[in-house]
């Protein structure tokens, strides 16, 4: 589950501050967005409450709803970094937490150390990842009821700050600037044809409109759906062995383990032992074949909502500080420049990720020599089993999903890779 910088700038800077004055939620100190005023203070709540009121007395107002929802896409952060915060990840994971997501704006994010953390069980994390379907599916709700096309958003997205250990103040690593540090340095401003001008971090805005809702309800389907397949499977025998690797008190099976921590954590002939262990405990049961089929669906809406956040970026006419921008706007934080063809590509992409998730296309099977014989993903989602990981790799456990039909092709996939340097999947990450 790996998460990055694109992603929690992505999807951080994805909501943002309002702009236009036509808002009550808009007017605030020196003329910034009000609801900045609530993400520089680290007072989710009280916004969420502030802006709530402002729609009980505007309900048609979009901007004031796209306000609420950077409320609601920081305060899922935040209760996804305290809850962790609570379970004492040991500080050399913390900084790179995982949670079975192919991709999560958490990855990196640097949490304060807990000197005094809760006994841990795997229900906790269980609970955590729930947790944050909730929120996001609380935010998407919010995020389709914006229509206008009018509405933008500049953010000033490394100012903001979250109350991670819960303490009511705001220490010196809970901001986005400290979580997200090491990626940061002074970048260079989108608008100086020399690149010579350099601004801070927490200087730059990002102006988000129409299209980057489409954007972030497509990120928020795609955690969603990584969460649902977590939870449909029980991590027990993996957790027993490897638990005491990532938390300082875990409720695990083999005490003994934890006996070991006095000798401390470092001992190679310990952490071999574990890593194999670990390998052979990668057996997770089938729990909840529903949410299986739940993360099928939310898959699809990510590409859905791609389909329609391109549309929407390539129609506009205006270069304001872009998040993502089209082929003739410049993006607000990097100088990378998206051309046409890698806007033509991305969706013939989307068309192959579509044709692969329903079963159109099949997935190669890197057993034998029949070419025409793959795996039917659809099925591996409508038809869902226990996993085992090793097997898996064998291939045995690919047998269920094997058919014969279209695979697809390795020369599209080397085709999209080349198209975007190289880099296909990293710009996944930003451009959804």
């Given at each position: 589950m790996n998460l990055s910088l694109h992603?929690?700038?992505?999807?951080?800077?994805?909501?943002?501050?309002?702009?236009?004055?036509?808002?009550?939620?808009?007017?605030?100190?020196?003329?910034?967005?009000?609801?900045?005023?609530?993400?520089?203070s680290g007072k989710l709540s009280d916004g969420e409450k502030k802006i709530r009121e402002l729609l009980k007395e505007r309900p048609e107002d979009?901007?004031?709803?796209?306000s609420l929802a950077v409320l609601q896409f920081f305060q899922m952060i935040?209760?996804?970094?305290?809850?962790?915060?609570?379970?004492?990840?040991?500080?050399?994971?913390?900084?790179?937490?995982?949670?079975?997501?192919p991709w999560n704006?958490?990855?990196?994010?640097?949490?304060?150390d807990n000197p005094n953390p809760q006994v841990v069980q795997l229900q906790?994390?269980?609970?955590?990842?729930?947790?944050?379907?909730?929120?996001?599916?609380?935010?998407?709700?919010t995020l389709a009821q914006i229509k206008s096309n009018d509405v933008k958003l500049p953010l000033r997205l490394f100012r903001f700050n979250l109350d991670i250990n819960q303490d009511g103040r705001i220490g010196p690593a809970e901001n986005l600037k400290s979580f997200y540090g090491q990626y940061l340095g002074d970048f260079p401003d989108g608008r100086d044809a020399n690149r010579a001008r350099r601004r801070r971090p927490e200087d730059i805005v990002v102006v988000f409109d129409r299209a980057d809702v489409e954007w972030l309800r497509g990120y928020s389907s795609l955690l969603r759906g990584a969460g649902e397949l977590f939870l449909a499977y029980d991590q027990t025998e993996l957790w027993d062995v490897i638990a005491s690797r990532t938390f300082k008190k875990p409720d695990i099976k083999y005490k003994f383990l934890l006996e070991e921590e006095k000798a401390g954590l470092q001992d190679i002939n310990h952490q071999v032992l574990d890593l194999i262990a670990s390998i052979h405990n990668a057996r997770f049961p089938l729990k909840h074949a529903d949410r299986v089929k739940k993360a099928q669906q939310h898959f699809k809406q990510t590409i859905a909502h791609s389909r329609i956040m391109w549309k929407l970026v390539n129609s506009e006419t205006d270069n304001d500080?872009?998040?993502?921008?089209?082929?003739?706007?410049?993006?607000?934080?990097t100088n990378i420049r998206i051309t046409g063809r890698m806007t033509n590509t991305w969706g013939e992409f989307l068309d192959e990720c579509q044709a692969i998730l329903e079963g159109k296309k099949l997935i190669p099977f890197w057993r034998g020599k029949q070419a025409d014989r793959g795996i039917n993903l659809d099925k591996f989602f409508t038809n869902p089993r226990e996993i085992d990981v090793v097997l898996w790799f064998h291939g045995a456990a690919a047998l269920p999903y094997l058919e014969t039909g279209e695979v697809t092709s390795e020369s599209d996939w080397n085709r999209f890779q080349q198209e975007f340097g190289g880099e296909l999947f990293g710009f996944a990450m930003w451009i959804n």
């Open positions: 992603g929690l700038v992505a999807l951080a800077v994805l909501l943002g501050s309002v702009c236009p004055a036509s808002s009550l939620a808009q007017t605030g100190r020196n003329g910034a967005p009000l609801v900045e005023a609530y993400l520089v979009d901007q004031a709803r796209m935040e209760h996804f970094g305290q809850g962790l915060y609570e379970l004492g990840p040991r500080q050399e994971f913390a900084g790179s937490f995982e949670i079975g997501l704006p958490f990855q990196n994010m640097s949490l304060p906790d994390l269980h609970r955590l990842v729930q947790r944050m379907i909730d929120d996001l599916a609380q935010l998407d709700t500080r872009e998040w993502l921008p089209s082929a003739s706007q410049q993006a607000a934080i």
